[in-house]
């Protein structure tokens, strides 16, 4: 009994499709090497896996074979049109240096070189070319200036406010200093005239340099003291005051 018709696909299984894929390789492989023996025929094979890995099979080289197969399908109609494309492109590269060396030309005439071979006409419309660029040159370093003053203007703004904020809390700091120093000053003024002398009594008060017994006197300014007489012992005088 036979084996039944299978269905060529993809297989989804990783194992069972790695396990096929060596076991045809290895058939193909030797498929080709006996047709080469056998039919003594050039054969060459490629194979490349699924993660990239490169088999092969050359009976007289790979590349050998290769190149015969290149000379084999070359086409003249095929090589017409890789002449025309050539030269297409060579054209193209002669307009772009053409252009090129235009604009060089261009560059060196705003510059003030090789003037000589231009004509008055040439060179008006270098002026005016130089005029329009001078031009649009000077609105652009207006605007630049315009927007920087805009700016410097909203700085300005800006310091000003931070500036008043300070002013006005340094004012209100200065209030408040204020306002304690007139505290403390009213307190300080009270304290000294509970625990203040009269000016009076304090004129009085004297150092005396003479020893006293006993509790002293108040003597009246006018009182004066008699002086004792040449001789006279006033030993005692002061026990009898």
């Given at each position: 009994m036979g084996r039944g018709r299978v269905e060529l696909k993809r297989i989804e299984n990783k194992i069972n499709r790695q396990v096929t894929f060596s076991k045809r390789r290895n058939g193909l492989l030797k498929k080709a090497y006996e047709l080469s023996v056998l039919c003594?025929?050039?054969?060459?094979?490629?194979?490349?896996?699924?993660?990239?890995?490169?088999?092969?099979?050359?009976?007289?080289?790979?590349?050998?074979?290769?190149?015969?197969?290149?000379?084999?399908?070359?086409?003249?109609?095929?090589?017409?049109?890789?002449?025309?494309?050539?030269?297409?492109?060579?054209?193209?590269?002669?307009?772009?240096?053409?252009?090129?060396?235009?604009?060089?030309?261009?560059?060196?005439?705003?510059?003030?070189?090789?003037?000589?071979?231009?004509?008055?006409?040439?060179l008006q419309n270098l002026e005016k070319q130089l005029e329009v660029a001078l031009?649009?040159?000077?609105?652009?370093?207006?605007?630049?200036?315009?927007?920087?003053?805009?700016?410097?203007?909203?700085?300005?703004?800006?310091?000003?406010d931070i500036n008043k904020q300070l002013r006005n809390k340094l004012e209100a700091g200065q209030g408040a200093l204020r306002s304690i120093q007139g505290q403390w000053e009213s307190g300080a003024i009270v304290g000294n005239n509970t625990f203040s002398l009269h000016p009076s009594h304090s004129s009085h008060i004297e150092c005396e340099p003479t020893l006293q017994i006993g509790y002293p006197q108040f003597v009246p300014p006018e009182a004066t003291i008699p002086r004792s007489a040449p001789g006279e012992n006033n030993f005692m005088r002061g026990w009898v005051l």
């Amino acid at each position: 009994m036979g084996r039944g018709r299978v269905e060529l696909k993809r297989i989804e299984n990783k194992i069972n499709r790695q396990v096929t894929f060596s076991k045809r390789r290895n058939g193909l492989l030797k498929k080709a090497y006996e047709l080469s023996v056998l039919c003594d025929a050039e054969v060459a094979l490629i194979i490349f896996s699924s993660r990239g890995k490169l088999y092969e099979f050359g009976s007289v080289g790979t590349i050998k074979t290769l190149e015969r197969y290149q000379r084999c399908c070359y086409n003249p109609q095929d090589a017409n049109t890789s002449d025309r494309e050539t030269q297409a492109w060579y054209q193209e590269v002669s307009k772009l240096k053409v252009k090129y060396e235009s604009l060089q030309r261009s560059q060196r005439h705003l510059l003030g070189e090789d003037l000589g071979p231009l004509s008055v006409r040439e060179l008006q419309n270098l002026e005016k070319q130089l005029e329009v660029a001078l031009s649009q040159a000077r609105q652009r370093k207006t605007q630049i200036m315009m927007e920087q003053m805009e700016e410097l203007r909203r700085k300005e703004r800006q310091l000003g406010d931070i500036n008043k904020q300070l002013r006005n809390k340094l004012e209100a700091g200065q209030g408040a200093l204020r306002s304690i120093q007139g505290q403390w000053e009213s307190g300080a003024i009270v304290g000294n005239n509970t625990f203040s002398l009269h000016p009076s009594h304090s004129s009085h008060i004297e150092c005396e340099p003479t020893l006293q017994i006993g509790y002293p006197q108040f003597v009246p300014p006018e009182a004066t003291i008699p002086r004792s007489a040449p001789g006279e012992n006033n030993f005692m005088r002061g026990w009898v005051l």
